[in-house]
């Protein structure tokens, strides 16, 4: 896979990188942090590119690091295995592609073994890296308060998965208990920005991701709040671990008897949160109280938006003259058209959701 | 391809079972009959168990369902998922 998009995460090196010697070989007093990699940390942060460490040390090195760096990682790797395996790792701790990573390490062996291992990750020496924050794949085009509150984020998330892998009950049950709120709005100019960001920057939860996407920059989005027959739709999540503010969207073309949603994207962020289902749920509802009679979500298929597509098998969409299981599913063709049938009985919607057309917080 | 066999659908049942007891936390899956929709109330699956599902299968048993299965059909029931896996296994993807 080469690489394509911004880069979402930076994994470090420890020693003789972000430190200014080798941890384990300084006694008592370990060496401090590098100031002009130090300065790189905070400025990409500002960007809302999230940081992580990968270090053959043991783990107290990521927390000296930590500290002489006052940076709170993402995610951290310590132990003595391959550094393609560890970034592997953080990807997957942060629900993020592996070639949205870029990995910073002074050992040419190691910038050797993740750059053929992982050919889609940006590789860079601390050197390249001190430059690295006028590239722009390090410049994503619009930096909005989600993005300056990622790092926080991800830090609230591995709290709430902690609670939830010792919740023990279903899913649903905890989204519950964890106070989750669900907010579906129209949209206003306000959220354009972070409407494109979404846009831009989701690929596991986004109908139009890849070639099909590429025209939807501001412009387009400003044109739709305006246009008369279609609705610009925000999503919001919170719940008593943190507030994720804005972290999907769609557009709906409303016609008659059938409503089309030529976009629908969530941030991987919220996965198995209920949002994409509370979404779906709710786009059937109000289509059908609109008099529509089909539901229709033209999604891209390829192998990286999988999520997307089980969430629409889920919630009964299908694809009309599909070939059968077992025919291969072909990739980077036109979008296939999922269809929701608006036959009665409609889905419900948890009382943890409130939107447009939904009494008292969207109760079923 | 392996043969198609009962005993071979049966056994993918157990292994998809387990996984999906030790990825939600939840033990009582182990127990689900064949006939359980995946998707309603009784498992739950949803995107994020789903895809952690759809890897391990891949991963165990070499099979690319969302690859080969457009509209995932084959996600009706744990009994559909098992049949569709084990009529496709690869004997060298063969888990333990």
């Known amino acids: 896979m080469t690489r394509e998009g911004p880069v979402k995460c930076v994994v470090w090196d420890i020693d003789n990188t972000l430190l200014t010697g080798i941890y384990l070989e300084s006694g008592e007093q370990p060496p401090g942090a590098d100031p002009v990699l130090a300065a790189v940390l905070a400025e990409l942060g500002e960007r809302g590119i999230l940081h992580a460490l990968a270090s053959k040390n043991p783990p107290e090195a990521a927390a000296h690091t930590a500290r002489v760096t006052g940076w709170r990682f993402a995610a951290a790797e310590c132990g003595w295995g391959r550094k393609s395996d560890a970034l592997a790792r953080i990807a997957a701790t942060l629900g993020i592609a592996v070639d949205a990573l870029a990995f910073v390490d002074d050992d040419p062996y190691e910038r050797a073994e993740v750059g053929f291992a992982l050919p889609g990750v940006l590789v860079l020496s601390p050197e390249e890296a001190a430059e690295a924050a006028g590239w722009p794949e390090f410049s994503p085009p619009v930096i909005t308060a989600e993005a300056r509150r990622r790092g926080e984020m991800y830090a609230e998330r591995q709290r709430r998965q902690a609670a939830g892998r010792s919740f023990g009950g279903t899913r649903a049950e905890f989204l519950e208990t964890a106070g989750t709120r669900v907010t579906i709005a129209a949209a206003a100019a306000a959220d354009v920005p972070r409407l494109h960001e979404l846009a831009v920057r989701t690929r596991q939860f986004n109908s139009a991701a890849g070639p099909a996407g590429a025209g939807m920059t501001q412009d387009w989005f400003r044109d739709l709040l305006a246009a008369r027959d279609s609705d610009v739709v925000t999503v919001r999540l919170c719940d008593a671990f943190g507030d994720d503010g804005m972290v999907g969207g769609c557009v709906i073309a409303r016609d008659a008897g059938t409503w089309t949603v030529p976009l629908l994207m969530m941030s991987c962020r919220a996965m198995g949160r209920g949002v994409i289902d509370a979404v779906l749920a709710w786009l059937a509802r109000q289509a059908a109280r609109a008099g529509a009679r089909a539901l229709r979500v033209p999604c891209v298929v390829n192998d990286r938006n999988v999520p997307l597509r089980l969430a629409l098998a889920a919630a009964g969409f299908r694809v009309p003259g599909a070939p059968g299981a077992g025919d291969a599913v072909s990739s980077g063709q036109a979008p296939a058209m999922y269809t929701h049938d608006l036959a009665p009985p409609l889905p419900g919607l948890p009382g943890w959701v409130s939107a447009p057309g939904e009494r008292d917080g969207g109760a079923a | ?96």
């Open chain 2, 1 to 96: 391809m392996t043969p198609a066999g009962p005993d071979g659908a049966a056994s993918v049942a157990d292994q998809l079972r387990a996984f999906l007891a030790s990825a939600t936390g939840r033990d009582e899956l182990r127990h689900v009959p064949p006939g359980t929709a995946l998707f309603g109330t009784a498992v739950g699956l949803d995107s994020l168990t789903g895809t952690l599902l759809l890897r391990e299968i891949q991963r165990r048993f070499g099979v690319d369902v969302a690859g080969e299965d457009l509209n995932l059909d084959s996600l009706a029931t744990l009994g559909t998922l098992a049949a569709f896996v084990a009529q496709r296994a690869r004997p060298d993807a063969a888990g333990p």
